[in-house]
């Protein structure tokens, strides 16, 4: 009897496992700096997360949507956005993102989203560090990309790898943060951090100023770490198992 009860306790738990429902992920975009063709590169996005069969993405094209209660229907908000017009409804807005991530959603932060809400200072806190508004990027051009911690579930078992990007040189923010990756900038001979994470309150947030186009984001090592990065901030482990 005692070991009939254990084999139906382990079936239930493999058909649970197995019947898993995925995480959902919802990619907020349609707006951005001109040179950022969130049309073709959202879908890429979520073709990219989609790649891991755990994670289910949608796409919204309306920022605007983060002052809404649907947001909270998914486990991650993939930023992918830079609003040069204020929100709608600004503070319902704020009040809701905190929330979210406050209750335990995941934020990945990709690219010119660390230029949003620029009228909003705590944004900062929300996502790590923000566009400062006076400087830019390196030419957009090959570079490498350091792993700094090859220990975080994210990084672990990833090498350096190729980009063909914007190199970005213009992150600031106070907030501590456990950085991932870096990459060397001709302009400032420094480097500078290309993909960081952290909590906050009960939710994880990643934060990665890669995917600047079509090319960029489809770099092997970039497509990687930004199906990796949102896995981890829907609380799952970033390598699917095969």
Known sequence: MRYLLAAVLLTAVV????????????????????????????????????????????????????????????????????????????????????????????????HFSCGAFEDWPEFAQIIGKVWDRKTGHDARGPFTVELTDHKHPITAGMEDFAADDELYICLVGDRPVELLATARSKKTGRDHPMAFVFTHGKGRVFNSPLGHDVKAIEMPGVAELTRRGTAWTAGLDPVAKK
Do not use: C
């Open 15 to 110: 058909s649970s496992a197995v019947g898993a429902e995925p995480v959902r992920v919802l990619i907020v975009t349609g707006v951005d700096h001109p040179g950022h063709p969130w049309k073709a590169t959202a879908p890429l996005v979520k073709k990219i997360l989609e790649e891991d069969a755990r994670m289910k993405a949608d796409i919204d094209y309306d920022f605007n949507v983060l002052a809404s209660e649907k947001i909270h229907q998914y486990d991650t908000l993939f930023l992918h956005f830079k609003n040069y017009k204020p929100a709608e409804q600004p503070e319902k807005l704020r009040a809701n993102l905190t929330k979210f991530v406050t209750d335990g959603g995941g934020i990945v932060a990709f």
